[in-house]
């Protein structure tokens, strides 16, 4: 069973539109990370945020953690065309030595 | 700075031939990850290694997959008698040290299509 998983499976917006994907965990954890994929590639990360902060924000994006809930989020505003991706959130299962767990993805369509 | 290089970027093979798929890490990373994405899955781990060593295989399936890294600048992932629903995106990640405060840095991955 997967670690970490994503929700919605899907979106789909306007340019301009702000949206937010969601991600919950299911155990304790050192950082989490937000990864995107775009058609071709493999993911590039996009944010790491640690267990001890709450938000952290890069440029457009904002994630946010909550680690009572087990839960993070990914904002993002002012969407592009080039923010259709697919986009994962990653966690580390409280150990240094674990390899990153990655959910099933949410896919996000931004159209013109 | 190349980046992850995984070669080839697609390979088809009948059913019951074998695959291997090649992985160059980025040059100084110390950790070295297999994973392998379905629609249905998403991003399965599969196994990874730390300066060479193996460390946690976990995730491959215990017949047919293996993995090794002969030295610091490749990895590769084979799959003996290779069945339809091994058909995936193989993707390699590299990070310079282990820890999940660590970026991991993907290659393009291998799409494998079995006949």
């Known amino acids: 069973s997967q670690l970490a998983e994503e929700n919605p499976w899907a979106l789909s917006v306007h340019e301009g539109e702000s949206v937010t994907v969601n991600c919950s965990y299911k155990t304790s954890i050192t950082a989490l990370q937000w990864y995107r994929q775009k058609s071709g590639e493999g993911p590039a990360q996009l944010i790491l945020i640690r267990s001890n902060e709450r938000e952290k924000r890069n440029g457009r994006l904002r994630a946010t953690l909550d680690t009572s809930s087990q839960s993070s989020s990914l904002s993002i505003t002012a969407t592009r065309c080039e923010d259709t991706a697919v986009y994962f959130c990653?966690?580390?299962?409280?150990?240094?030595?674990?390899?990153?767990?990655f959910g099933a993805g949410t896919k996000l369509s931004v159209k013109p | 700075n190349a980046g992850v290089i995984q070669t080839p970027r697609h390979k088809v093979t009948g059913k019951g031939q074998e695959a291997t798929l090649w992985c160059e890490p980025i040059s100084g990373h110390s950790a070295v990850f297999w994973y392998r994405q379905t629609i249905v899955q998403g991003l399965e781990f599969l196994t990874y290694f730390r300066n060479q060593a193996p460390i946690d295989d976990s995730g491959m399936p215990k017949e047919r997959f293996s993995a090794q890294m002969p030295n610091q600048s490749h990895s590769t992932l084979k799959i003996q008698s290779t069945q339809p629903q091994d058909s995936a995106v193989y993707l390699c990640?590299?990070?310079?040290?282990?820890?999940?405060?660590?970026?991991?840095?993907f290659g393009a991955g291998t799409r494998l299509s079995v006949l």
């Open positions: 990640a590299s990070s310079p040290r282990l820890g999940g405060q660590n970026t991991l840095y």
């Open positions: 990653a966690t580390d299962g409280g150990g240094n030595n674990n390899a990153p767990r």
